[in-house]
């Protein structure tokens, strides 16, 4: 559903709704070189309610593992609690900058594998699914399936800063073409 009309229009909903789906512009594209010989697109048909309970964040992390790792579950928390479409999965990016966390958390969602998970991946995962939010959060012990995490090379500085966004379960994951 493409908004119609100038900045404001488009901000405050005032121009209207274009019927054509074409209208709707896609989102920027994200470049990032790879030591293969290869053009590698990968499509994520990212839904609205999804997107809307994400953020980005700086942590000041103390030096500690575990204070990121904390405040990216208490963060999360409520987001999972409102999205309404559990269980979902997590995605988490970990950068020097908004652009870059923002940036490795939609690799996040591209590379996350189910069936790997990192110490921290699991350790997001099994926290929020104590809050016992559990399907279309109608209460149980499943509310996350997975947690995806990358994190980008970091500077010597006591901030972190963390993107997350949770995955709706209807939420297709992705597609992926090589040329």
Same mark, same amino acid.
């Given at each position: 559903m493409a908004i119609m009309g100038n900045d404001k229009e488009r901000i405050d909903m005032s +121009?209207?709704?274009?019927p054509r789906s074409e209208d709707l512009l896609p989102a920027p594209f994200l470049v990032k070189q790879v030591k293969?010989?290869?053009?590698r697109l990968h499509v994520l048909m990212l839904g609205g309610g999804p997107a809307i309970r994400g953020m980005t964040y700086r942590v000041f992390h103390k030096?500690?593992?575990?204070?990121?790792? !904390?405040?990216?579950? !208490?963060?999360?928390?409520? /987001?999972?609690?409102?999205? +309404?479409?559990?269980?979902c999965t997590m995605a988490v990016g970990v950068g020097r900058s908004q652009f870059e966390a923002t940036s490795m958390m /939609?690799? &996040?969602?591209?590379? +996350?594998d189910f069936n790997k998970q990192s110490d921290m991946e699991k350790f997001i995962t099994d926290e929020l699914n104590k809050t016992n939010v559990g399907p279309l959060g109608l209460n149980g012990q499943t509310t996350v399936l997975a947690t995806f995490m990358r994190v980008a090379p970091q500077? &010597?500085?006591?901030?972190?800063?963390? &993107?997350?966004?949770? +995955?709706c379960c209807f939420e297709p994951r992705i597609a992926s073409v090589e040329l």
């Open positions: +121009g209207g709704i274009s293969e010989d290869v053009l030096h500690n593992l575990q204070v990121v790792l !904390n405040e990216i579950v !208490n963060r999360s928390k409520d /987001m999972v609690r409102l999205l +309404g479409c559990t269980p /939609m690799e &996040a969602l591209v590379y +996350g500077r &010597a500085s006591g901030v972190r800063v963390v &993107a997350i966004r949770p +995955g």
